[in-house]
């Protein structure tokens, strides 16, 4: 066991991910010529756990590896950034490994082969409940089976963060436990699918549609154009700044990792998110995953003009 439960635990996939660029992504059934490839850490709920630290949260990672040699290099940025490892499970199998293709206008798709991640089961998750009960902010994702993320939902006494990328089936109930959801514009659809719900036209009908469900909160994210945010009242819409992207692989966990962060700092969950926002606009600017996320002291990209007009630093 963890002896001092950290302020954020993150319950989730643990990837290495092979990163192919590309001039353009090939049409179906067209082979294109790659440029380069490196490996590197990834799995949404390892960068999730990455960016946290990296901006000062104390964090631990619940999961799984493979014994196999992505292992090493999915652990890494873990080690790097002081994310406790010790609920981390050593499997017999493969790591699981992402494969992403970036273009050279910095937009991805990717193929994931979940490996260890597929063997994180409830039990797997029960020997580490007080753990997860003490922390103040729990992460979860949808890149592990349901069974493992209702697990550490259920244990969860404080704020839990759900982000269903992708989209799996939860219980109901489970999943309005999400303070806030996290999802972009075509998860909230599938969301509001799955609880039988339709899906209005525009991004903030699709918000207060959530929140129509019972959830306490809801934050979309909107890529380059930001996010929206409403803990129950009007939506709030917080631009992005302007940035050239050059890959904007794990952008999106950079952004769920520094919400995390600053909601356990004790920020109200719209500066949060504005915050957050910055630090996935820092990210696009660098190419992989957890090696684009800002430390504690590196400069953000400031929001547009009218909201804040000068550059910050992450605290």
């Not at 990837?15 to 490996?39: C, F, I, K, W, Y």
């Not at 806030?180 to 509001?192: F, R």
């Not at 949060?272 to 926002?277: E, I, L, P, T």
Request: overall charge negative; some cysteine; hydrophobic content about 50%.
């Amino acid at each position: 066991m963890i002896p001092v439960s950290p302020g954020v635990v993150v319950v989730g996939s643990i990837n290495a991910d092979l990163v192919v660029t590309l001039e353009r992504h090939p049409q179906p059934g067209e082979t294109v010529l790659g440029r380069s490839m490196t490996v590197l850490p990834g799995g949404k709920g390892a960068n999730q756990a990455v960016a946290a630290a990296r901006l000062g949260a104390s964090v631990a990672m619940i999961g799984a590896v493979g014994s196999d040699a992505y292992a090493v290099t999915a652990l890494s940025a873990l080690t790097d950034a002081g994310v406790d490892l010790r609920a981390v499970e050593r499997t017999d199998g493969g790591t699981g490994v992402a494969v992403v293709q970036v273009s050279e206008d910095g937009e991805n798709s990717i193929v994931v082969l979940p490996g260890a991640n597929a063997s994180m089961t409830s039990d797997l998750v029960a020997p580490w409940t007080d753990t997860i009960a003490g922390a103040a902010v729990v992460v979860v994702q949808g890149e592990l089976p349901a069974a493992a993320t209702q697990a550490a939902v259920l244990a969860a006494s404080g704020r839990v963060i759900i982000n269903l990328a992708p989209v799996i089936a939860i219980d109901r109930q489970v999943l309005l436990r999400a303070d806030p959801l996290v999802v972009n514009e075509h998860e909230g659809a599938l969301v509001l699918a799955q609880l039988g719900k339709p899906g209005p036209r525009g991004h903030s009908a699709v918000v207060d549609a959530l929140l129509a469900c019972g959830f306490a909160s809801v934050v979309m994210t909107l890529g380059g154009a930001g996010a929206l945010v409403s803990d129950g009242g009007a939506v709030l819409a917080v631009p992005a700044p302007r940035v050239a992207a050059v890959d904007t692989t794990g952008a999106g966990d950079a952004f769920v990792g520094a919400l995390a962060a600053r909601l356990h700092a004790g920020d109200p969950l719209p500066e949060a998110v504005r915050f957050a926002v910055r630090v996935g606009s820092y990210a696009v600017q660098y190419p992989g995953a957890q090696p684009s996320y800002p430390a504690v002291g590196d400069v953000l990209p400031a929001l547009p003009v009218g909201r804040d007009d000068q550059q910050e630093t992450s605290p």
